[in-house]
C-alpha cells in the first residue's frame, strides 16, 4: 500500500473518531446527561462500531477513486 494512503487513512480514521466523539458529547449535552457516561456506551453500542470500519471503508475508498481520476495513482 503507498505510504501516503496509510497516513491519510490514519488521519481520515483519527478525524473521525474525533469528530464520532464530538457529536456524542453534543447529542449527551442536548439530551441532559452526563458525556462520560454517553461517551462510555458510544464505544461499546455496536452500530457506533460498525460505523467506524464502514466509514474509513468509504473513505479509503474515495480517496483511491479520487487519485485515480486525477492521474496521482
Known amino acids: 500500500m503507498d505510504r501516503s494512503l496509510v497516513r491519510d487513512t490514519a488521519v481520515v480514521g483519527a ?9 456524542g458529547t453534543v447529542l449527551a449535552l442536548v439530551g441532559g446527561t452526563d458525556p462520560a457516561a454517553y461517551l462510555a456506551d458510544l464505544f461499546t453500542d455496536p452500530l457506533w462500531l460498525l460505523g467506524i470500519p464502514v466509514g474509513l471503508y468509504f473513505g479509503v475508498t474515495g480517496y483511491r477513486r479520487t487519485r485515480r481520476q486525477h492521474g496521482e495513482a
Open 15 to 23: 478525524a473521525y473518531l474525533a469528530v464520532l466523539v464530538a457529536i
